[in-house]
C-alpha cells in the first residue's frame, strides 16, 4: 500500500512557477511507475506527466518545456516543476502511482489546486 500527499498548490500569475510535492509513505517508490495528471471544472481527467522506475519521463503535449517531472528516491517524494504557466493550466493535480506492469494507476493522492491568473 502506498499513500500519497500532495503539496505545492496554490494561485500565481499566467508566467509564473510553481512545484507540486507528493509524499510518499507505506511503501518505497522505488519500484513504482508515478505520475501526475490534473482535472479542470467540467473537464476529463488527463495525464500530464510520467517517469518510470528508471527515471525516463514522458509529458502531454500541452505542458511539453515547461513542466519537469522529478523523484527524490532517498526522500521517497515525486515533483512537478510547472514554469510559464498558463490560465488552462488552472485545474485540481493530482499525484499517482502503480506497479509498473499494471495498466491503471491504482494509488492516488486527495490533490492539490493549482489556480493561474491572467
Known amino acids: 500500500q502506498v499513500q500519497l500527499v500532495e503539496s505545492g498548490g496554490g494561485t500565481v500569475q499566467a508566467g509564473g512557477s510553481l512545484r507540486l510535492s507528493c509524499a510518499a509513505s507505506?511503501?518505497?517508490?522505488?519500484?513504482?511507475?508515478v505520475g501526475w495528471f490534473r482535472q479542470a471544472p467540467g473537464k476529463q481527467r488527463e495525464g500530464v506527466a510520467f517517469?518510470?522506475?528508471?527515471?525516463?519521463?514522458s509529458y502531454v503535449d500541452s505542458v511539453q518545456g515547461r513542466f519537469t517531472i522529478s523523484r527524490d528516491n532517498a526522500k521517497n517524494t515525486l515533483y512537478l516543476q510547472m514554469n510559464s504557466l498558463k490560465p488552462e493550466d488552472t485545474a485540481m493535480y493530482y499525484c499517482?502511482?502503480?506497479?509498473?506492469?499494471?495498466?491503471?494507476?491504482?494509488?492516488w493522492g486527495q490533490g492539490t489546486q493549482v489556480t493561474v491568473s491572467s
Open positions: 499517482a502511482a502503480k506497479k509498473c506492469w499494471i495498466g491503471e494507476y491504482n494509488y
Open positions: 517517469i518510470g522506475s528508471f527515471g525516463s519521463p
Open positions: 507505506g511503501s518505497s517508490l522505488i519500484s513504482y511507475c
